[in-house]
C-alpha cells in the first residue's frame, strides 16, 4: 500500500526556521517525484515545487523560488520542505504528494499543519 | 501566470446531477485532473487524464472535455460528495509548474 506520511504539526515565530518531512512507503520512493502544495486558511491548493528524489532534480512555482527550499534524503524514502525565516504568512496547512510532472498527484499524505504566530 | 477558472460554488438537491466546470485556453492542448477535498481532509484524485478514474472512486463521477472547457460530473449526488473540487492543468507548454484552479465549493442541499 503506497503511504506518505508527514511530520507533526509546528508551532513557530516569526524568522525561526523549519523543516517538515514526508516518508513515503510501499512503492519505488525513486521512481516518482513529490510535490508540495500549500493551502492557506480557508483558501484553495498552490503547487510550491516538486522533486525527483532518484537524483534530486527539483523544479519550484514562481511564486515560491528563493521562499522555500525543497530536498530529498532518498536512503530513508524521506522528502522535506524547509525555510530559513518563517514569516507569518506561511501559516497554512502542507501537503506532499506523489505526482507525475503536469499530470497527476495520485497519493497524499495526511498534511502537516504550520503556525507561525509571536 | 497561467490560470484556471472554476465557479466558486454549486448547489445540487440529491439525485440530481451536479456539474462543475473549469476553463482555460490550453485545455485544448493539455489534461485536466480533478481532487475532491473534504473538510479537515487532504485531497482525492477523482479524475485524471480529462475523463479517466482511479480505481476505488465511485462510477458516478465522470470527467469531460470541449475545447477550452472540462467539466466533471457527478451523477446521482450523495450527501458524501459534499466537498471542494478543484481542476489541475499546464499551460501550453506542458512543463512544470501545473496550477490548480480555485476550486468549487459542491453543496447538497
Redesign the interface.
Known amino acids: 500500500e503506497v503511504q506518505l506520511v508527514q511530520s507533526g504539526a509546528e508551532v513557530k515565530k516569526p524568522g525561526e526556521s523549519l523543516k517538515i518531512s514526508c516518508k513515503g512507503s510501499g512503492y519505488s520512493f525513486t521512481s516518482y517525484w513529490i510535490g508540495w ?1 500549500r493551502q492557506m486558511p480557508g483558501k ?4 510550491m ?2 522533486i525527483y528524489p532518484g537524483d534530486s532534480d527539483t ?4 511564486s515560491f523560488q528563493g521562499q522555500v527550499t525543497i530536498s530529498a534524503d532518498k536512503s530513508i524514502s524521506t522528502a522535506y520542505l524547509q525555510w530559513s525565516s518563517l514569516k507569518a504568512s506561511d501559516t497554512a496547512m502542507y ?1 506532499c ?1 506523489r505526482v507525475v ?6 497519493y ?4 502537516t499543519l504550520v503556525t507561525v504566530s509571536s | ?1 497561467y490560470e484556471l477558472t472554476q465557479p466558486p460554488s454549486v448547489s445540487v438537491s440529491p439525485g440530481q446531477t451536479a456539474r462543475i466546470t473549469c476553463s482555460a485556453d490550453a485545455l485544448p492542448k ?2 485536466a ?1 480533478w ?1 475532491q ?1 473534504k473538510p479537515g481532509q ?4 477523482v479524475i ?2 480529462d475523463s479517466e478514474r ?1 480505481s476505488g472512486i465511485p462510477e458516478r463521477f465522470s470527467g469531460s472535455s470541449s475545447g477550452t472547457t472540462v467539466t466533471l460530473t457527478i451523477s446521482g449526488v450523495q450527501a458524501e460528495d459534499e466537498a ?1 473540487y ?1 481542476c ?1 492543468s ?1 499551460d501550453s507548454s ?10 468549487t465549493k459542491l453543496t447538497v442541499l
Open positions: 502544495v484553495g491548493l498552490e503547487w515545487g516538486i523544479r519550484y512555482s514562481p501537503y504528494a510532472p503536469a499530470a497527476e498527484a495520485d497524499w499524505g495526511q498534511g | 501566470s493539455q489534461y485532473y481532487y477535498q487532504a485531497p482525492v484524485l485524471y487524464k482511479p471542494d478543484y489541475q499546464a506542458g512543463t512544470y509548474p501545473v496550477v490548480f484552479g480555485g476550486g
